[in-house]
């Protein structure tokens, strides 16, 4: 059983960081991208940033300078440092990893970032 287990969530103020953290356990083969999406209230979900299993990042524009991706490969973790934080990044941040087979999704974390 594949299981996505996300932490770092929370309230933070208008300019704040946070540290988003996801652990993927149970059988995955072949782990190729690792990412995180947010879905706003009344919005679609959307991509904030991924990372290829060498290491390359791709960012959304609205991230780009102030979230950086990062991943363990040999723990199958990949975290979100995000800084600089504005009152339209909060939404429900998600970690999805793309396995040979399968893609997963974590249950998701509430990040509120308050003006």
């Known amino acids: 059983q594949v299981q996505l287990v996300e932490s770092g969530g929370g309230l933070v103020q208008a300019g704040g960081s946070l540290r988003l953290s996801c652990a993927a356990s149970g059988s995955i083969f072949s782990i190729n991208l690792m990412g995180w999406y947010r879905q706003a209230p009344g919005k679609q979900r959307e991509l904030v940033a991924d990372?290829?299993?060498?290491?390359?990042?791709n960012y959304a524009d609205a991230v780009k300078g102030r979230f950086t991706i990062s991943r363990d490969t040999a723990k199958n973790t990949v975290h979100l440092q995000m800084n600089s934080l504005k009152p339209e990044d909060t939404a429900v941040y998600y970690c999805?990893?793309?396995?040979?087979?399968?893609?997963?999704w974590g249950q998701g974390t509430q990040v509120t970032v308050s003006s």
């Open positions: 999805k990893v793309n396995g040979y087979y399968n893609n997963y």
């Open positions: 990372i290829t299993k060498d290491s390359r990042t």
